[in-house]
């Protein structure tokens, strides 16, 4: 019997949550290699003319080195892993989407996160499926309508699974709030597709 999976938005999206898709082994597993083979490296920002260099880290690998712009930063994929290549094949199955990038934020407290955005740029597939996979610590996540302020807030646990669709991002706002709770580090990988790359 298939689970059903709600969707967490009341209006304009779709937001589903599967929670954990990989028990504790699997997330030792790639949290492991995901810290040992992954090129990180601090992210930065365009902000009013400065550059601005985040604690966070970041990594951006996908099927072909094409590139993608945010922040007014533009990074040059490197191909993806073997680690990376079985985490798609496997939320690719559970979310029916296939996804040709990956963008990985790496977290090393509670205290770092990120701001309310939505993801927007240029080169992702208009209305595409955005698939976020989390291991490490469990973070809360929040969204917030763009119009009317509505917002929900969810707990992305160890080894989960959230997926981003439809018209979502024209309406709403999404964010990882900072918090002093948490002082183990978090991995974040959100699956993309990219238009450029067809």
Not at 84 to 101: R, V
Not at 117 to 135: N, Q, R, Y
Not at 162 to 187: A, C, E
Request: aromatic share 10%; with cysteine.
């Amino acid at each position: 019997m298939t689970k059903t999976i709600s969707n967490l938005l009341n209006q304009d999206g779709d937001v589903r949550y599967y929670g954990k898709v990989f028990n504790e082994i699997a997330c030792d597993l790639f949290e492991h290699l995901l810290l040992s083979e992954i090129k990180w490296d601090h992210d930065q920002a365009i902000i009013f003319g400065k550059r601005i260099i985040t604690k966070r880290k970041v990594a951006w690998y996908a099927s072909r080195s094409f590139n993608y712009t945010y922040s007014k930063i533009t990074k040059t994929a490197l191909p993806f892993t073997p680690a990376l290549l079985e985490i798609k094949e496997h939320i690719e199955k559970l979310s029916g989407a296939t996804y040709n990038s990956c963008l990985l934020n790496l977290y090393h407290t509670g205290m770092e996160g990120m701001a309310w955005h939505s993801d927007g740029e240029k080169e992702l597939e208009k209305h595409g499926t955005i698939a976020s996979v989390s291991f490490g610590a469990q973070r809360k996540f929040s969204f917030k309508h763009k119009k009317d302020k509505c917002k929900v807030d969810i707990d992305l646990e160890a080894g989960s699974l959230l997926v981003m669709s439809g018209v979502t991002q024209d309406h709403w706002l999404h964010r990882l709030p900072p918090t002093k709770k948490v002082q183990d580090l978090r991995i974040n990988l959100t699956f993309r597709t990219i238009e450029s790359a067809y």
